[in-house]
């Protein structure tokens, strides 16, 4: 199973780990106290404290006077070191803390106390004068006898006094039971439903047999009946459920609830305009994610801040970027590009299946049947580029292709013409932390082939789409883009390192197949030439079966070229087959999709969702979407509307992954900008922010605590810590982009 990335905290123990590797505890297991001396009756012995920091014990406890200026949490810190973790263990970590003033946060972490100082738990509580206890469960990834358990405070301008008290790290405790709050039994989309589209929902019920059902406006009248579906036990929740089909009802309105075995449904609507929003704001997301610009408050009410890493201290910017020691011997101007995720890293194999994913979104819009370019044109997402006479989506796709560009090697240099695979912080950096005050060194780390096509692919797409508004840029693009590709055929095996995962995910790929056959692809269909033509038809993956239950992603890019050759017009030979291996896919989804009690089209063996299975579910909707187009059919049409049920409500949390959509929805994705849940001076994600979804390996510590045994679509929890099964990220956006604007399409 490929995964998106590594650890998005210093976790770097953490790679391999999964939650079937984590050995149960000894359910005769006695609780241990880890600590010494964590009630400070006497002396604060073997506390120890940062360079800086005067602590001593005061009426019973440790205080610090913590020295103002600092600029990380990490710069003032007390600590104790030599605890021991036995992997797989529940551990209880628990403390009593004041702050004084009132209103400063600290960062409490457990995680090992000699390089590369890597954080297996943290929380990072506020404080007040009055005092507060705080316990929290977590079990161990490792066994070390080198752990440290550790409270970081600095970061602040203004100095303060940091007391704390009845410090434990208990051993052997059970694991923290997590029973989320999942709402009414009966699960609907809660952004709500097309009047002339598909309208279905779950029940979840312990009856066998089918049970009436009522469909009530928002003044409570009866306005549709019927009867429930029984589905029997659903596999990817271990719930017994039911299916309702209201799809006969078409009146649009607000408000509509779904009665059904003494149970109301949250509100939702019937009318398209909830999906024109959603289809602006999933784009919109991108303008908040920018490097080396200031986001405006203007544009964006709420998420103003500096500009990020364009050197302006402690920033150091990302205007003359080194490499890796022993990679090169240059510097490069990198800035610009979309933050990847909730960190500071820029990536160009995640920034190229992103870029080309807005890219085709726009493509679509004038080539379907149903497509509509108006709804992306200029000033449609109010960006700062906005009245240039280009359409806004582009103008936005355009911020990360630059940056992309920048990141090829120099003519003249070893590799020329390839292009670096990352660019991120040289350790990991805690949240929240704004990007313009991460103070860490950036690094530019080795070329890849992956890199190297990814960026071939998206700047020989760039060339055909920007060609009517910049002629230039479009041809510089295309430049470049040939360049890749001939760095790419001279290097075809150079692959990132599996083990370079310190300061940002890895995104390694050991098979760069499918990224040849996409970068053919798109060079093909912008030029037309034959060389390209040849390797597409010579390529394996022009025949593989691409449309697998996991769907496309960064790492398995041979879709992305073969919807690009079904659906952008062209003179290769056999193209209709192409077409035809599109449709293929989509009935199999199709498929999956009417098997499925919640009613989507993916299904991984042994439901074991993957790591954002919720984008995968929108690109094998983008699948049955892109065989709509091709064809004509209706049910492909309604497949992929009702794919989007799942990820705006139907689905066993009964919660809206889209933040801002729906009543319950989404709102803690892990992230350091967004990070209202640690800090109240911060905002939540932007309305429509994707989170990443359930994820049966829960590789974070939180997730770990709290969703041991999960199953399938339970293995999720919105909380800004969890960064395995609630994170943002740039491509994940990119397949909700794409869905909303099919679906605002179908009006």
């Given amino acids: 199973m490929i995964r998106r990335r590594t650890a998005l905290l210093p976790l770097t123990a953490l790679l391999a780990t999964a939650l079937t590797a984590l050995p149960a505890p000894s359910a005769a297991a006695e609780e241990a106290e880890q600590l010494r001396n964590g009630t400070f009756d006497t002396a604060t012995e073997p506390w120890w404290a940062s360079a800086g920091v005067a602590a001593g014990l005061s009426d019973g406890r440790l205080c610090a006077d913590v020295p103002g200026g600092t600029a990380n949490p990490w710069d003032a810190a007390v600590g104790q070191n030599d605890v021991t973790l036995v992997k797989g263990e529940t551990y209880r970590f628990s403390f009593s803390a004041t702050g004084t003033p009132e209103g400063h946060a600290v960062r409490a ?14 929380v990072t509580p506020q404080l007040s004068v009055s005092g507060n206890s705080y316990a929290y469960t977590f079990t161990s990834p490792v066994d070390t006898p080198q752990a440290q358990v550790a409270f970081q405070v600095g970061g602040g301008a203004e100095p303060w006094r940091f007391c704390m008290d009845d410090v434990s790290l208990l051993g052997g405790v059970p694991p923290e039971v997590y029973e989320p709050d999942t709402g009414p039994r009966v699960r609907v989309n809660q952004a709500g439903y097309l009047p002339a589209g598909p309208k279905n929902a779950t029940l979840v019920t312990g009856a066998t047999t089918r049970l009436p059902w009522e469909l009530k406006d928002a003044a409570g009248a009866v306005v549709a009946r019927g009867w429930t579906v029984p589905r029997g036990t659903d596999a990817s929740s271990g719930q017994n459920v039911h299916s309702i089909d209201f799809g006969a009802y078409r009146r649009a309105g607000s408000d509509l609830t779904l009665v059904a075995d003494g149970e109301a449904s949250r509100p939702f609507g019937l009318g398209t305009a909830a999906y024109r929003r959603l289809r602006t704001d999933a784009l919109k997301y991108y303008y908040t994610q920018r490097s080396g610009i200031e986001i405006r408050d203007d544009l964006r009410p709420g998420y103003a801040r500096p500009a990020g890493h364009v050197g302006i201290a402690p920033n150091q910017g990302d205007t003359a970027v080194p490499c890796q020691p022993g990679v090169c011997d240059y510097t490069l101007d990198v800035t610009g590009g979309w933050y990847d995720a909730g960190d500071h890293g820029k990536y160009v194999v995640n920034g190229g299946i992103s870029t080309w994913e807005l890219l085709s979104t726009y493509e679509r819009a004038g080539l379907a049947r149903t497509g509509e370019r108006a709804p992306l044109g200029d000033g449609s997402l109010t960006v700062p580029e906005s009245g240039n006479k280009v359409p806004d ?50 690094e530019l780390h080795p070329p890849s082939t992956a890199a190297t096509l990814n960026l071939a692919a998206t700047a020989a797409q760039a060339a055909r789409l920007y060609k009517p508004y910049d002629a230039r840029f479009a041809a510089e693009a295309l430049s470049a883009a040939r360049k ?72 398995r890019t041979g879709a992305a070229g073969r919807l690009d050759l079904a659906l952008v017009p062209s003179g290769l030979p056999g193209r209709d087959k192409v077409r035809q291996s599109v449709v293929r896919g989509a009935d199999r989804y199709l498929a999956t999709l009417r098997a499925h009690p919640y009613g989507m089209p993916y299904a991984p ?67 350091r900008w967004y990070a209202r849940q640690l800090d109240a001076s911060q905002p939540s994600p932007p309305r429509g922010t994707l989170a990443g979804g359930p994820n049966s390996s829960i590789q974070d510590p939180f997730a770990q605590s709290r969703l041991q045994g999960c199953v399938g679509q339970f293995c999720y929890i919105d909380d800004i810590q969890s960064w395995s099964t609630n994170e943002h990220t740039v491509n994940w956006n990119a397949a909700l982009a794409r869905m909303a604007s099919f679906v605002a399409d179908q009006t």
């Fill in 109 to 122: 972490i457990v995680g090992r106390s000699t390089a590369p100082y890597d954080t297996w738990f943290e």
């Fill in 605 to 671: 063996d042994g439901n074991a969702y993957d790591w954002g299975s919720n984008h995968q579910v929108l690109n094998n909707a983008v699948v049955l979407a892109t065989a709509y187009d091709l064809t004509g059919a209706a049910r492909y049409r309604d497949g992929a509307l009702q794919a989007m049920d799942y990820v705006l409500g139907r689905n066993a949390l009964n919660l809206s992954y889209v933040t801002g959509y729906g009543e319950v929805s989404s709102h803690n994705q892990h992230a």
């Fill in 393 to 442: 989506i582009l103008d936005e796709a355009r911020w990360e292709l630059e940056f992309l560009l920048k990141m090829q090697v120099p003519d003249g240099q070893p590799l020329a013409g390839m292009a670096h695979h990352k660019i991120h912080d040289e350790q990991w950096t805690g949240l929240p932390l704004m990007p313009h005050a991460d103070p860490q060194k950036r």
């Fill in 484 to 555: 890749a590709w001939a760095a790419a055929l001279a290097h075809p095996d150079r692959y990132a390192s599996e083990s370079d995962g310190v300061g940002g995910g890895t995104y390694a790929d050991p098979n760069v197949t499918d990224e040849f056959y996409w970068a053919a692809a798109e060079l093909y269909l912008s030029t037309g030439e034959k060389q390209f033509a040849d390797h597409v038809l010579a390529s394996p993956v022009h025949t593989a079966d691409l449309f697998g239950p996991l769907g496309f992603d960064w790492a």
